[in-house]
């Protein structure tokens, strides 16, 4: 069982380029959860997802960002036109079933917008 | 409402001494408290949780105390490890939110 793996491990975007954060959830499990974490900053909430459904995303910015979780392949966060402020670590969790327990998080994508 | 309130900030501790995390919620409805260690580089692990059923749990040297009434639940480790120096994170469910952190240093 490999874990939630989430790729790339860092990521360097200039300014105004588009940014693609990829998670693979856990064997077995078809709920995810996105994660964003600034230096000295706790996990903030972004974005809840299923299997072609995104059932909370209460914590998305309204612009630049979107989440997919398609019925084939990794789970997408997508920023687009990136800005100095969406550098932070974000992070991906699994599990098997919805918002109760069982979350394995992932190693994270550290993004650095220069 | 939807805020997990952690202190302190920052935590030093000597090699053998008691660790002692708070954290304060205001959302009644939020009916699980896990706890999470992130080492630098990784993800957060889940540690120790507790329900509000209940007031103590117990893992090895790690136990939450609950107190529903004051809506404040807390990390204690006993005999503190270097190996224990990390960031700890407090959470409350129905949709995870996390507390600030506290990142704990045990001195040799």
């Known amino acids: 069982n490999a874990g939630v793996m989430q790729n790339p491990r860092h990521l360097v975007r200039r300014r105004g380029q588009e940014a693609r954060l990829r998670c693979s959830p856990m064997?077995?499990?078809?709920?995810v959860y996105w994660y964003r974490q600034l230096p000295e900053e706790g996990l903030k909430f972004m974005v809840y997802?299923?299997?072609?459904?995104?059932?909370?995303e209460s914590g998305m910015p309204k612009e630049r960002f979107s989440a997919e979780f398609p019925k084939e392949g990794p789970s997408i966060l997508r920023i687009q036109q990136v800005v100095r402020g969406d550098s932070a670590a974000y992070f991906c969790?699994?599990?098997?079933?919805?918002?109760?327990?069982?979350?394995?998080f992932g190693s994270g994508t550290r993004l650095t917008v220069v | 409402q939807q805020q997990v309130k952690q202190s302190p900030q920052s935590l030093i501790v000597q090699k053998g001494g008691i660790s002692i995390i708070n954290c304060a919620y205001e959302?009644?409805?939020?009916?699980?408290f896990p706890w999470y260690q992130q080492f630098p580089g990784k993800g957060p692990a889940l540690l120790i949780a507790?329900?509000?059923?209940?007031s103590e749990k117990k893992e090895g040297r790690f136990t939450i105390s609950f107190n529903k009434s004051a809506k404040q639940f807390s990390l204690h480790i006993m005999d503190s490890q270097p190996g224990d120096s990390a960031t700890y994170f407090c959470?409350?469910?129905?949709?995870?939110?996390f507390g600030t952190g506290t990142r704990l240093q045990v001195f040799p």
């Open positions: 969790a699994s599990s098997p079933s919805g918002l109760r327990y069982g979350y394995t």
């Open positions: 507790i329900r509000p059923d209940v």
């Open positions: 959470a409350a469910l129905d949709k995870l939110i």
């Open positions: 064997k077995g499990h078809s709920h």
């Open positions: 959302n009644t409805a939020f009916d699980y």
């Open positions: 997802l299923q299997k072609e459904n995104i059932i909370d």
